[in-house]
Nanobody, 121 residues
Framework: QVQLVESGGGLVQPGGSLRLSCAASGSILRIYVMGWYRQAPGKQRELVATITNGGTTNYADSVKGRFTISRDNARNTVYLQMNSLKPADTAVYYC???????????????WGQGTQVTVSS
């Protein structure tokens, strides 16, 4: 099986920084797109940032210029560097990865358990 484990969440003051990590483990042939999503209480889950296996990145308008997504393919890990954090960034952040396990099977999405990010003074 495949497992995604997030880490790095916590409480930070407005204007502060935080770095999230997500490591994929298990039987993995190739990881295509990896990304971060977030869900605030009472809100729908929204895309934060994605990065392809080729390194192409996309960001939600609300985080452009503040967040940076990156990945370490050798470690099957994706990161989200979050700077200039705002209270509106408070949410549970979920890691997502589109993973192909074998050549005989199509890729599919896997999700992490989520990590809480709270931005408050």
């Amino acid at each position: 099986q495949v497992q995604l484990v997030e880490s790095g969440g916590g409480l930070v003051q407005p204007g502060g920084s935080l770095r999230l990590s997500c490591a994929a483990s298990g039987s993995i042939l190739r990881i295509y797109v990896m990304g971060w999503y977030r869900q605030a209480p009472g809100k729908q889950r929204e895309l934060v940032a994605t990065i392809t296996n080729g390194g192409t990145t996309n960001y939600a308008d609300s985080v452009k210029g503040r967040f940076t997504i990156s990945r370490d393919n050798a470690r099957n890990t994706v990161y989200l560097q979050m700077n200039s954090l705002k209270p509106a960034d408070t949410a549970v952040y979920y890691c997502n990865a589109n993973i192909q396990r074998t050549l005989l099977s199509p890729s599919r999405d896997y999700w992490g358990q989520g990590t809480q990010v709270t931005v408050s003074s």
